[in-house]
């Protein structure tokens, strides 16, 4: 296992409409896969400041509705690949981080080698990773794997006026 860390603070993910009533979930990210996940393996990415949130939303789409949410975290068992020394323990090359997971997965039909990252990570027993934004230079983000299954690995959304929706029908006409 490589080195891990704790990582505390607040925290942005912007939310689809139609998962915004679960804000903890993983199930939008179970669902196709995502760039540290695939598909049937829950994710939950988040951002480290509320910029990178959008423009990770956003990806190449361009603007489309969502819902910015901030959560409080407390997370440990964080491999923190933004550090070189932490990566080159994991094992790790940079170009795994960047490759293009979408043509791999969708495009060639093969198995990008962000997911097997992710896969080989979480088997050995890591909640999580911090990585560099791909959308947002300056950017980090977070992805879990496990995320409130003990009181070493909490995150909370901050919904203090309870605006979130409660269901996915909430808010519709």
């Given at each position: ?11 942005w993910r912007?939310?689809?409409p139609?998962?915004?009533h ?10 196709r ?14 951002s480290?400041?509320?910029v ?17 949410c901030?959560?409080e ?6 491999v ?20 293009p997971?979408k043509h ?20 050995r ?21 496990r ?5 070493e690995?909490?995150v909370e959304?901050l ?7 409660r269901?996915?029908?909430?808010g519709r006409?």
């Open positions: 296992m490589p080195p891990t860390s704790r990582l505390r603070g607040r925290l912007m939310l689809a139609k998962w915004a679960q804000p903890l979930s993983g199930e939008g990210a179970a669902s896969g995502g760039r540290f996940n695939p598909p049937g393996m829950k994710a939950l990415y988040m480290e400041d509320f990178t949130a959008v423009a990770e939303y956003e990806q190449e789409l361009g603007i489309r509705p969502g819902t910015l901030a959560y975290v407390d997370m440990s068992g964080i923190d690949l933004c550090d070189q020394a932490t990566r080159l323990a994991a094992g790790v090359d940079l170009a795994d981080l960047h490759c997971w791999i997965a969708l495009v060639l039909r093969e198995r990008p080698p962000s997911w097997d990252l992710a896969t080989r990570l979480a088997q027993g890591a909640a999580g990773i911090r990585v560099p934004s791909m959308r947002h230079p300056e950017g980090r983000n977070l992805v879990l794997w995320w409130n299954d003990s009181p690995r909490r959304v919904d203090p006026l309870g605006d979130l929706p269901n996915r029908e909430s006409d």
